[in-house]
């Protein structure tokens, strides 16, 4: 157990909908980033957040939004959601801002669009 | 263009056969590169960081080195329990996002 969680765990839901995956940092850490996970794709980096302000930013569409609150975890919003949304999506966490410090993973969220 | 290339895409291997796995990249002035484990339905798992060419790294079976234009895991008498996808990441200079390699699947045969 990373220390991370993400809820929910399945999520399915149909095209055109919004969603919202939570994410819950191990206690200390106050980086959080967001993955996508897709076959074809592997694992694509979207964005982190370092104590409640954007830091980097990677492949994330702009249907795609995210947000660290004041007590650290996230949320990442999926809006006009596509059939190619569909992927596994990772949360991590890391006690600094830098890339290069160690990341643990959550167990992921699992999001099916119908 | 910044890249991460692992290679092979997939490896058989019996147990207790040695092996390597490899990630390649196009990034220049690297700081740092990642290793991390993934099990099927699991988030990844933290191996190693390695900061420079000429670095090594080793836990249990597993043994990272760096070079200015790769990075080797190597998998000495591997075991089932070792059957996982490995996947390397390195961040970028300029814009701190971080590019994983596709990985490579790993299957240890008993």
């Known amino acids: 157990d990373s220390g991370v969680t993400q809820t929910p765990k399945h999520l399915i839901t149909a095209t055109g909908q919004r969603v919202t995956l939570r994410c819950s940092p191990r206690?200390?850490?106050?980086?959080v980033y967001w993955y996508q996970q897709s076959l074809d794709q592997g694992l694509q980096f979207l964005i982190q957040?370092?104590?409640?302000?954007?830091?980097a930013k990677g492949n994330i569409l702009e249907r795609f939004s995210a947000q660290q609150f004041p007590d650290l975890h996230s949320e990442l919003n999926l809006s006009s959601l596509e059939l190619g949304d569909s992927a596994l999506y990772f949360c991590?966490?890391?006690?600094?801002?830098?890339?290069?410090?160690?990341?643990?993973f959550g167990p992921g969220t699992r999001l099916t669009v119908l | 263009e910044d890249q991460v290339t692992q290679s092979p895409e997939a490896l058989r291997l019996q147990e207790g056969e040695s092996s390597s796995l490899n990630c390649s990249y196009t990034v220049s002035g690297l700081r740092g590169l990642f290793w991390y484990r993934q099990d099927p339905g699991k988030g990844p798992e933290f191996l190693f960081t390695l900061y420079s060419a000429g670095e090594e790294k080793e836990k249990e079976r597993l043994k990272a080195t760096l070079t200015k234009k790769e990075s080797f895991l190597h998998i000495t008498a591997p075991k089932p329990e070792d059957s996982a996808t490995y996947l390397c990441a390195v961040p970028m200079n300029r814009d701190d996002k971080i590019i994983f390699g596709k990985g490579t699947r790993l299957h240890i045969l008993p």
């Open positions: 991590a966490s890391s006690v600094g801002a830098s890339p290069y410090n160690e990341q643990f």
């Open positions: 206690s200390g850490d106050l980086s």
């Open positions: 957040y370092y104590n409640g302000e954007e830091r």
